[in-house]
């Protein structure tokens, strides 16, 4: 059974920073790995998507990488905005297409 | 990215009532769709796979008979809460991801927030 942890529950950071959220796994046979942003009381937003072939996806001043040798993928987020703060959540799609999630990364980025 | 829509964003519902939320693909046609459950400061918790013309098939402890999900087209499927009670609020969100045009991105719906009184 997959499980996903997601560490730390949660960060706060000056306007500016550049700062690293994590993920692990204990399953590396994936399909995919996707990270995406969650507002209080609001869907999900997808960010990145890795397949299980690919090391790393790059949009904008998000990068996000993949070792699935080691379980652990990490979101890279340069030059934090306070428009960054919100709940960062992993979802990992194994062969039977649902995504397990972690419980997340609440961000906050201080003016 | 694709787009899938979710109704209504929030009810509030009596106990003992049902409530049906929807889940719409708008640019894609959805043969599968997810239907998950958050809980405050928690992971988003797969209730069921959502199968168009066919039945749901459901993860180990969500009662199919309380948790009714219709799938009849491929842009649309539903989930009925019947006979909600308290302990059924919570945080609804649907999600798919349009495979038929060879992407397995998932998309999610803004996700239904859930009060029984």
């Known amino acids: 059974k997959q499980e996903v942890t997601q560490i730390p529950a949660a960060l706060s950071v000056p306007e500016g920073e550049n700062l690293v959220l994590n993920c692990s796994f204990t399953?590396?046979?994936?399909?995919?790995l996707q990270w995406f942003r969650q507002d209080p009381g609001k869907g999900l937003t997808s960010l990145l998507l890795i397949q299980s072939s690919q090391r790393e996806q790059t949009s904008g001043r998000l990068n996000a990488s993949l070792d699935k040798s080691s379980g652990r993928s990490t979101l890279y987020i340069a030059a934090s905005q306070p428009g960054d703060s919100a709940t960062y959540l992993c979802?990992?799609?194994?062969?039977?297409?649902?995504?397990?999630f972690g419980k997340g990364t609440k961000l906050t980025v201080n003016p | 990215g694709a787009v899938v829509s979710q109704h209504p964003s929030w009810v509030i519902c009596k106990s003992g009532t049902s409530v049906k939320i929807e889940c719409r693909s708008l640019?894609?046609?959805?043969?599968?769709m997810f239907w998950y459950r958050q809980f405050p400061k928690q992971s988003l918790m797969l209730m069921a796979t959502s199968n168009e013309g066919s039945k749901a098939t459901y993860e180990q402890g969500v009662e199919k008979d309380k948790f009714l999900i219709n799938h009849a087209s491929l842009t649309l499927s539903t989930l009925t809460v019947t006979s909600a009670h308290p302990e059924d609020s919570s945080f609804y969100i649907c999600?798919?991801?349009?495979?038929?045009?060879?992407?397995?991105?998932?998309?999610f719906g803004q996700g239904t927030r859930l009060t029984v009184v």
């Open positions: 999600s798919s991801d349009p495979r038929t045009v060879g992407n397995t991105e998932a998309f």
């Open positions: 399953d590396s046979a994936i399909y995919n």
């Open positions: 979802g990992i799609q194994g062969g039977s297409e649902k995504l397990v």
């Open positions: 640019d894609f046609q959805a043969t599968t």
